[in-house]
């Protein structure tokens, strides 16, 4: 039978015990991992904190588009209504302005605000060209008419103004001469 000698184990330790020399190197390598383990916590919670606040600010979102609908059809019920029909007329008239005067109030206080586009630089990220004019009473690249009004959630667009952007004036280039 074989026995064991002093020299057959020297270079081994046993189970949980580390040599001296490796102590602070598992140390610093064990402090990495877990100062890794807590930054990547905290960014977790960061992130998540972030999408609570975006989904509390931005979740009337689909919702306000659907509103706009209304607030389209009041307006093109106040514009296509005159003062000169009757006083019957005025009532109504008067009804819907007060209706589309407390949608508009509400509308601003979830942060949903209209886009001021008439005269404007036209604005890729706001508007929506549908024409262009050859209007000379607007600067080249200006918004000449608003076509449906454009609205902001916060600091997003809900919806871009449909606008109708002046052109610049075409200059009559000399025609070749005929022969």
Same mark, same amino acid.
């Given at each position: 039978?074989?026995?064991?000698?002093?020299?057959?184990?020297?270079?081994?330790?046993?189970?949980? #015990?580390?040599?001296?020399? &490796?102590?602070? %190197?598992?140390?610093? =390598?064990?402090?990495? *991992?877990?100062?890794?383990?807590? +930054? !990547?916590?905290?960014?977790?919670?960061?992130?998540? #904190?972030?999408?609570?606040? &975006?989904?509390? %600010?931005?979740?009337? =979102?689909?919702?306000? *588009?659907?509103?706009?609908?209304? +607030? !389209?059809?009041?307006?093109?019920?106040?514009?296509?209504?005159?003062?000169?029909?009757?006083?019957?007329?005025?009532?109504?008239?008067?009804?819907?302005?007060?209706?589309?005067?407390?949608?508009?109030?509400?509308?601003?206080?979830?942060?949903?605000?209209?886009?001021?586009?008439?005269?404007?630089?036209?604005?890729?990220?706001?508007?929506?060209?549908?024409?262009?004019?050859?209007?000379?009473?607007?600067?080249?690249?200006?918004?000449?008419?608003?076509?449906?009004?454009?609205?902001?959630?916060?600091?997003?667009?809900?919806?871009?103004?449909?606008?109708?952007?002046?052109?610049?004036?075409?200059?009559?280039?000399?025609?070749?001469?005929?022969?």
């Amino acid at each position: 039978m074989a026995t064991k000698t002093m020299e057959d184990g020297l270079g081994e330790l046993p189970a949980g #015990e580390h040599k001296e020399s &490796d102590q602070p %190197q598992e140390s610093t =390598a064990e402090r990495d *991992r877990l100062m890794r383990a807590l +930054a !990547d916590a905290e960014n977790t919670r960061r992130i998540a #904190e972030r999408r609570v606040q &975006d989904a509390r %600010q931005y979740a009337i =979102a689909d919702f306000a *588009r659907e509103l706009l609908q209304v +607030a !389209d059809n009041l307006r093109r019920a106040i514009d296509t209504g005159s003062p000169e029909q009757g006083a019957k007329d005025d009532g109504l008239l008067g009804g819907v302005v007060a209706t589309n005067r407390i949608l508009t109030q509400i509308l601003k206080r979830f942060g949903v605000e209209e886009i001021e586009a008439l005269n404007r630089p036209f604005d890729p990220m706001k508007h929506e060209a549908v024409m262009e004019t050859d209007r000379s009473d607007q600067p080249p690249g200006s918004v000449a008419d608003v076509l449906e009004n454009g609205y902001m959630l916060h600091d997003r667009l809900l919806r871009p103004a449909r606008v109708v952007v002046a052109k610049p004036p075409r200059t009559e280039s000399p025609s070749p001469p005929q022969q």
